[in-house]
């Protein structure tokens, strides 16, 4: 399994903007599929957007389209969320997760073998 670290966190004000990234310790990153989920106090964790393995295909959740972006860099073994006019219903924690088995795994958390600890989001009003 591959281990994944979460950073760029933090608080901010409503309409501020945020980007998120997730290291990934594996030589072939490039072979997983990614994603970012979130969970807000008292609240079921929810898919945020999903990438395939070569950045072909990506999706995202209703609530954060035309706001978020998610991007990767095999390269650098690096996924990352671009998050936009943030608004005080984002604030949740973040993760990143990988699939190794599929070239895109899109919105089912099941399928995300690898799961990072998580980076904390908070948008004040």
């Known amino acids: 399994q591959v281990q994944l670290v979460e950073s760029g966190g933090g608080l901010v004000q409503s309409g501020a903007s945020l980007r998120l990234s997730c290291a990934a310790s594996v030589r072939n990153f490039g072979s997983y599929a990614m994603a970012w989920f979130r969970q807000a106090p008292g609240k079921e964790r929810e898919f945020v957007a999903a990438?395939?393995?070569?950045?072909?295909?990506?999706s995202s959740a209703d609530s954060v389209k035309g706001r978020f972006t998610i991007s990767r860099d095999n390269n650098k073994k690096t996924l990352y969320l671009q998050m936009n006019s943030l608004k005080p219903e984002d604030t949740a924690i973040y993760y990143c997760?990988?699939?190794?088995?599929?070239?895109?795994?899109?919105?089912?958390?099941?399928?995300?073998?690898?799961w990072g600890q998580g980076t904390q989001v908070t948008v004040s009003s």
């Open positions: 990438i395939s393995r070569a950045a072909l295909t990506t």
């Open positions: 997760a990988g699939d190794p088995s599929r070239a895109y795994a899109g919105n089912i958390p099941t399928y995300y073998t690898s």
